[in-house]
């Protein structure tokens, strides 16, 4: 997966510039973060004042099969997307195939289910047959476009797991949001479940989240990863 941050203004003193015009009016000044700011941003995020958090903006460029994509649009609040298009462009031959050591088999029942190793078996049909379906896929997809038929009408034979690219533009309240959900991590207040290929997504846009906002960055964390 490919995920970039291209943009962002997005800084810590962001969110508590924004959260002292509360009490300072139009006297609250931009400065420099600073332990007292660390102070704030903690009580704002446990006690779950979340607009201050909405004065920032992250820019994302992501690389990623699009049943990954698929889901990554089911955020909408405070997220904006484009994408690119079949329509307009050919698509690339670029087609994801699980690692080896990707878990493949789920065992339980529903909201009581782990992902365990497959065997060997297994692992074989999966790489197997995702190469053999992508490339006869890809074939097709590039004779119809021989033949004049329109990309939009060619691209209907391609498999899920073609990659596409897009930029996500969010705040850091709702970027919070997206990371409880699509990452698994044991001091969360709340369990999450996340596919492996959208939490190999999201932990990109963690590791920028907490280079860019570290205060804020501690607070998610100290507080179990729930957005304020």
């Known amino acids: 997966m490919t995920v970039d941050l291209v943009k962002h203004a997005a800084e810590d003193t962001d969110v508590t510039f924004a959260a002292r015009v509360s009490t300072q009016g139009g006297e609250t000044r931009f400065n420099e973060a600073s332990e007292k700011d660390a102070g704030l941003i903690n009580y704002l995020m446990r006690d779950r004042h979340g607009s201050p958090f909405e004065h920032t903006s992250f820019t994302f460029y992501v690389e990623a099969p699009i049943f990954v994509v698929r889901e990554f649009f089911r955020h909408r609040v405070g997220f904006s997307y484009n994408e690119e298009s079949g329509r307009y462009k ?29 065997d060997y078996k297994q692992k074989s049909a999966v790489s197997g047959d995702l190469e053999r379906i992508s490339t006869e896929a890809y074939g097709t997809y590039k004779r119809l476009l021989d033949l004049g038929v329109a990309r939009e009408v060619a691209r209907m034979v391609l498999p899920v797991n073609i990659y596409t690219s897009f930029y996500a533009t969010c705040n850091a309240r709702s970027l919070m949001h997206f990371l409880g959900l699509r990452t698994s991590r044991t001091n969360a207040s709340f369990p999450s479940f996340p596919q492996h290929e959208i939490e190999l997504v999201a932990e990109g846009m963690e590791t920028e989240f907490a280079r860019t906002m570290p205060l804020t960055y501690a607070a998610f964390e100290r507080n179990g990863r729930v957005a304020p």
């Not at 698509?91 to 365990?116: D, E, H, S, T």
């Open 90 to 118: 050919e698509l690339a031959p670029v087609f994801y195939k699980p690692a080896n050591g990707r878990p493949l088999r789920q065992v339980g029942k529903p909201g009581a289910y782990q992902f365990i190793q497959g």
